[in-house]
């Protein structure tokens, strides 16, 4: 072709440095057809010889004079590359480098902006094919790094060999990269804004990961599974109303049920679908999206809930954190399967009539290197000052909310999940510790906000947009906060300046009935008012009431555990806590395990244990729970007004000695009234009057000392008649027998 001078005036040696050095800071002003149309300009290290080739042409390229991986030669139209190797191998290749942008002005300008709520449809790595050629296009926000290379086993992890394009000032960089298919491992190398190299990074926007310990991301398709619940997605609206009963069933999927393996631990397996899994030390392996699809799923049915939480799916390296650490947003995790294999179990669970909800993590984010931390060398998707940026108590760093493209980041996640994978809400982790800029620090720690006060104004507008979003977006949804605060209007819609969620834990509610159950029942009338005060506040938010995860960890022993007494008294005060639970206003929350009595706290490494049912006394908490669940949604007086103070009166507020409550909950004026009423000594008290609110006759429907909970079969032979003597405020009454650490709810007869 030409001689040196020739090619040098093609590509001067500074830019044939830039390139071989990996600082290039626009490659593809050097790389592929030169802008004056006439040459070709590629760069492939460790290559003998390279053609420019087509359908009917071959065109030698010559080496560079000034750097033997750069060839250079005369521009052939839609051509491609044959490689010579010096082992005398050769293959051909497209150039990626000769390729247009795949990325559209218009999605660029909105990532830009800051607008972009389908981020994940031109971020990350997509399989697409572009002008008429199969591979994958790489995008990645980066506004201040000075290059970045998209590296992976197809270039043997050389940050040189594929540098990216610029996109002007939105700070979005891209490649299409030819041939590359499902299943590629990659990962980002990027040089900082002083040209400093960084840690290789996961994608931010990416759909896969490795099974950890393995950090890179996973090109992976979106949209394989074939779904079959369009008409559940029109109508879960019923299931998720103020008015409806809502009882969820958190699940940690990786312990919920596990199997025994034939390796050693530690060791990596392939499950019937091909899909890696890794030995736990004890020996065991999780179950599948594909097994959790039917195990997980039928059982949840079988028990009478209405929802199924996952503790949090997005991709996250350390088991330990249960997912509460993530760093793949956007990828559920590969521990139990595919993405398409985890939609397979949404869906399963919609065929079942069952809503999915999953854990969302958007208060912050680990510190790995490989992770968001000074993504780009700086403190991209985090605060610079760590008094606004760093929590002390987990070792994460906290998005920068005020940040247009971190905002927009996160209201594009949360609307991911709930469109990618049909999900009927998103249960948003740790909210209090985004709304206070002081949460968990002492003074000197943080940073006042522009008015001098501890509210964090930036993480509430961020809240209200991502609630505001998910509700306009998807049908039917329900988005719930973890917040431990008295921050007002959490529940309150946006428009009406509240931060529009649609339930809020009562996490009150929780710390005082577990400190009430958990005292001696010689000592709990000193402390009644555990049990009654939140009755004060059960109506100023719309309130679900939670026995979570949190509360069988850490020490604090299970559910069981926390109960007084001996066997027998654990398991009639936990079958009596539950029924107070499922009669007192608040849809419900129950963490896997503790519809069982599991006497163990939770283990993430280890299965439930499942034998304790061979008990009776086991199998009888269980089968409380299903009957809970059972008349809940059967009783409209029980969940009709759950968040209204119309469906809730105290009958007996004042035994104090005798440790006994009741309450009707009620419904629309057709809906037959319920009567809760408690014994909470172990002490069976006959002859007990307590007042009901309508004269006749009540049926018996659930009594936890009955014979079928593993109870001695005390009460009140299946009704009672109400007697005219006024007791409680009401004109009727009736003497009731109360079986020790017993709940017993009576229906109206219609």
Same mark, same amino acid.
């Given at each position: 072709?030409?001689?040196?001078?020739?090619?040098?005036?093609i590509?001067e040696?500074?830019?044939?440095?830039?390139? @071989?050095?990996?600082?290039?800071?626009d490659?593809?002003s050097?790389?592929?057809?030169?802008?004056?149309?006439?040459?070709?300009?590629?760069?492939?290290?460790?290559a003998?010889?390279?053609?420019a080739?087509?359908?009917?042409?071959e065109i030698?390229l010559?080496?560079?004079?000034?750097?033997?991986?750069?060839? !250079?030669?005369?521009?052939?139209?839609?051509?491609?590359?044959?490689?010579q190797?010096p082992?005398?191998?050769?293959e051909?290749?497209?150039d990626?480098?000769?390729?247009?942008?795949?990325? =559209?002005?218009?999605?660029?300008?909105? +990532?830009?902006?800051?607008?972009?709520r389908?981020?994940?449809?031109v971020?990350?790595?997509h399989?697409?094919?572009?002008?008429?050629?199969?591979?994958?296009?790489?995008?990645?926000?980066?506004?201040?790094?000075?290059?970045?290379?998209?590296? /992976?086993?197809?270039?043997?992890?050389?940050?040189?060999?594929?540098?990216?394009?610029a996109?002007?000032?939105t700070g979005?960089?891209e +490649?299409?990269?030819? /041939?590359?298919?499902?299943?590629?491992?990659?990962?980002y190398?990027?040089?900082?804004?002083?040209?400093q190299g960084l840690?290789?990074k996961?994608?931010? !926007?990416?759909?896969?990961?490795e099974?950890?310990?393995?950090? =890179?991301?996973?090109?992976?398709?979106l949209?394989q599974?074939?779904?079959?619940?369009s008409?559940?997605v029109?109508?879960?609206?019923?299931i998720?109303s103020i008015?409806?009963?809502?009882?969820?069933?958190?699940?940690?999927?990786?312990?919920?049920?596990?199997?025994?393996?034939?390796e050693e631990?530690?060791?990596?397996?392939?499950?019937?679908? /091909?899909?890696?899994?890794?030995?736990?030390?004890?020996?065991?392996?999780?179950?599948?999206y594909?097994?959790?699809a039917?195990?997980?799923v039928?059982?949840?049915?079988?028990l009478?809930?209405?929802h199924?939480?996952?503790?949090?799916?997005?991709?996250f390296?350390f088991d330990?954190?249960? $997912?509460? *650490?993530? +760093?793949g947003?956007?990828?559920?995790?590969?521990?139990?399967?595919?993405?398409?294999?985890?939609?397979?179990? @949404?869906?399963a669970?919609?065929?079942?009539?069952?809503?999915?909800?999953?854990d969302? @993590?958007?208060?912050?984010?680990?510190?790995?290197?490989?992770?968001?931390?000074?993504?780009? /060398?700086?403190?991209?998707?985090?605060?610079?000052d760590?008094?606004?940026?760093y929590?002390?108590d987990?070792?994460?760093?906290?998005?920068?909310y005020?940040?247009?493209e971190?905002?927009?980041?996160?209201?594009s996640?949360?609307?991911?999940?709930?469109?990618?994978?049909?999900?009927?809400?998103?249960?948003?982790?740790?909210?209090a510790?985004?709304?206070h800029?002081?949460?968990?620090?002492e003074?000197g720690?943080?940073?006042?906000?522009?008015d001098?006060?501890?509210e964090n104004y930036?993480?509430?507008?961020?809240?209200?947009?991502?609630?505001?979003?998910a509700?306009?977006?998807?049908?039917?949804?329900?988005?719930?906060a973890?917040e431990?605060?008295?921050f007002?209007g959490?529940?309150r819609?946006?428009h009406?300046d509240?931060l529009?969620?649609g339930?809020?834990?009562?996490?009150?509610?929780?710390?005082?009935?577990?400190?009430y159950?958990?005292?001696?029942?010689?000592h709990r009338?000193?402390h009644?008012?555990l049990?009654?005060?939140?009755?004060?506040y059960?109506?100023?938010?719309?309130?679900?009431?939670?026995?979570?995860?949190?509360?069988?960890?850490?020490?604090?022993g299970?559910?069981?555990?926390?109960?007084?007494?001996?066997?027998?008294?654990?398991?009639?005060n936990?079958?009596?806590?539950?029924?107070?639970?499922?009669?007192?206003?608040?849809?419900?929350?129950?963490?896997m395990?503790?519809?069982?009595?599991?006497?163990?706290?939770?283990?993430?490494?280890?299965?439930?244990?499942?034998?304790?049912?061979?008990?009776?006394?086991?199998k009888?908490? *269980?089968?409380?729970?299903?009957?809970?669940?059972?008349?809940?949604?059967?009783?409209?007086a029980?969940h009709?007004y759950?968040?209204d103070?119309?469906?809730?009166?105290?009958?007996?507020?004042?035994?104090f000695?005798?440790?006994?409550?009741?309450?009707?909950?009620? $419904?629309d004026?057709?809906?037959?009234?319920?009567?809760?009423?408690l014994?909470?000594?172990?002490?069976?008290?006959?002859?007990?009057? !307590?007042?009901?609110?309508?004269?006749?006759?009540?049926?018996?429907?659930?009594?936890?000392?009955?014979?079928?909970y593993?109870?001695?079969?005390?009460?009140?032979?299946?009704?009672?008649?109400?007697?005219?003597?006024?007791?409680?405020?009401?004109?009727?009454?009736?003497?009731?027998?109360l079986p020790?650490?017993?709940?017993?709810?009576?229906?109206?007869?219609?």
């Open positions: 072709m030409a001689d040196e001078l020739s090619a040098r005036s590509l040696a500074a830019d044939v440095s830039r390139l @071989v050095e990996g600082n290039h800071p490659p593809f050097a790389l592929g057809p030169t802008s004056d149309g006439k040459h070709v300009v590629v760069r492939i290290p460790g003998e010889q390279v053609w080739i087509n359908d009917t042409t030698t010559d080496q560079h004079p000034d750097s033997d991986s750069i060839f !250079v030669g005369d521009f052939l139209p839609y051509y491609r590359l044959k490689i190797w082992s005398g191998t050769s051909e290749r497209e990626p480098y000769r390729f247009s942008p795949v990325m =559209g002005a218009m999605d660029e300008y909105f +990532i830009g902006e800051g607008r972009h389908r981020l994940w449809k971020l990350g790595a399989l697409v094919t572009h002008e008429k050629t199969d591979g994958v296009h790489f995008a990645v926000w980066a506004p201040n790094a000075s290059r970045v290379s998209v590296v /992976g086993d197809f270039n043997d992890w050389d940050s040189t060999a594929h540098p990216m394009r996109r002007g000032a979005v960089w +490649i299409f990269v030819p /041939g590359l298919s499902e299943g590629t491992v990659y990962k190398s990027l040089l900082g804004p002083d040209g840690p290789m996961a994608d931010p !926007v990416g759909f896969g990961a099974h950890p310990p393995a950090t =890179g991301s996973v090109v992976r398709k949209g599974h074939t779904w079959t619940d008409a559940w029109t109508n879960r609206y019923k998720n008015n409806a009963p809502i009882s969820v069933y958190e699940v940690h999927l990786g312990s919920w049920k596990r199997r025994e393996a034939k631990p530690r060791t990596k397996v392939l499950d019937a679908d /091909g899909h890696t899994q890794v030995v736990a030390d004890n020996g065991t392996l999780p179950l599948t594909l097994e959790l039917t195990e997980l039928d059982y949840a049915h079988d009478g809930f209405t199924i939480e996952v503790l949090p799916i997005s991709e390296p330990g954190s249960w $997912g509460y *650490q993530p +760093i947003l956007f990828a559920p995790t590969t521990r139990y399967g595919t993405a398409e294999q985890f939609a397979a179990f @949404v869906d669970a919609h065929a079942k009539g069952l809503g999915v909800i999953a969302w @993590v958007p208060g912050h984010f680990p510190t790995d290197a490989h992770g968001l931390g000074r993504f780009d /060398g700086t403190a991209l998707y985090e605060h610079q760590p008094r606004e940026g929590h002390p987990w070792n994460t760093l906290i998005f920068n005020g940040r247009p971190v905002l927009n980041y996160l209201v996640n949360a609307l991911y999940w709930l469109d990618e994978y049909h999900l009927d809400g998103l249960r948003v982790d740790a909210v510790s985004m709304l800029r002081d949460y968990s620090r003074d720690e943080w940073i006042r906000n522009k001098g006060g501890r930036e993480a509430i507008e961020f809240v209200k947009q991502a609630n505001y979003a509700y306009e977006e998807n049908n039917g949804i329900t988005m719930i973890e431990s605060t008295t007002p959490v529940t819609p946006v009406n509240g529009g969620f339930y809020k834990w009562n996490l009150g509610w929780m710390n005082d009935s577990l400190r159950f958990g005292k001696d029942p010689a009338k000193y009644q008012d049990l009654t005060f939140g009755i004060t059960s109506f100023t938010e719309n309130f679900l009431l939670p026995i979570s995860h949190d509360e069988v960890v850490h020490g604090k299970s559910m069981y555990g926390r109960m007084p007494g001996n066997h027998a008294d654990k398991l009639g936990l079958k009596a806590f539950y029924a107070y639970m499922w009669g007192y206003p608040g849809k419900k929350l129950l963490f395990g503790q519809e069982i009595g599991q006497p163990a706290e939770w283990d993430n490494y280890s299965s439930l244990n499942w034998s304790v049912l061979e008990d009776p006394g086991h009888g908490v *269980q089968s409380v729970v299903r009957d809970l669940n059972r008349i809940y949604r059967s009783e409209p029980l009709k759950d968040n103070p119309r469906g809730f009166q105290w009958l007996l507020i004042d035994a000695d005798e440790q006994v409550f009741a309450w009707t909950r009620r $419904g004026p057709e809906d037959p009234h319920v009567v809760v009423v014994n909470l000594t172990p002490i069976e008290r006959t002859g007990f009057r !307590v007042g009901f609110p309508v004269a006749g006759r009540w049926l018996e429907k659930l009594n936890t000392d009955s014979e079928a593993g109870g001695a079969n005390r009460g009140n032979t299946g009704a009672i008649e109400t007697e005219d003597v006024p007791a409680g405020g009401e004109k009727q009454s009736a003497m009731l027998t020790p650490l017993t709940a017993i709810y009576f229906v109206e007869e219609k």
